[in-house]
């Protein structure tokens, strides 16, 4: 990407562009369940977060999460895989670092969404 006029270079693949946000650098295609996703997900951000609080037990921390699984796995997997985070985040859940997946496994499918709970499970 141009870091003078912010335009995409011409080597760079036409759906894919940079993105400099707040959660995540990463590039990521511009879908409309993407962008839907994400928008939610930083809503939330600007208004509920700050009534709520901030008492995440993993680094990132949900919204993060959610925002970036979003951004890498579409509408679909990033709406799954931030319900599961959620889920792990409560009373007797999981605490520490917990990144999205880069890339998804080859055992998930779209209409199996039971098989992304295991990616927040520690080994």
């Known amino acids: 990407m141009c870091g003078a006029c912010g335009q995409p ?3 760079e693949p036409g759906d894919v ?3 400099t946000g707040r959660n995540w650098n ?3 295609r511009k879908t409309p369940g993407r962008l839907m996703g994400m ?3 930083r809503l939330y951000q600007l208004t509920l977060s700050g009534f709520i609080g901030n008492g995440c037990r993993h680094i990132p921390t949900c919204s993060e999460y959610g925002y970036e699984a979003f951004a890498r796995h579409g509408f679909w997997s990033g709406f ?3 319900l599961f985070r ?3 985040c409560g009373p007797g859940g999981t605490s520490g670092l917990d990144p999205v ?3 998804l496994g080859e ?3 779209r209409l199996m969404p039971w098989a992304l709970w295991r990616f927040g499970k520690k080994a």
């Open 86 to 88: 959620v889920g792990r």
């Open 80 to 82: 799954w895989l931030t």
């Open 17 to 19: 562009r940079k993105y």
């Open 39 to 41: 928008s939610f997900i």
């Open 26 to 28: 990463g590039p990521f």
């Open 9 to 11: 270079d011409e080597d």
């Open 107 to 109: 055992g998930t499918r």
């Open 101 to 103: 997946p880069e890339v």
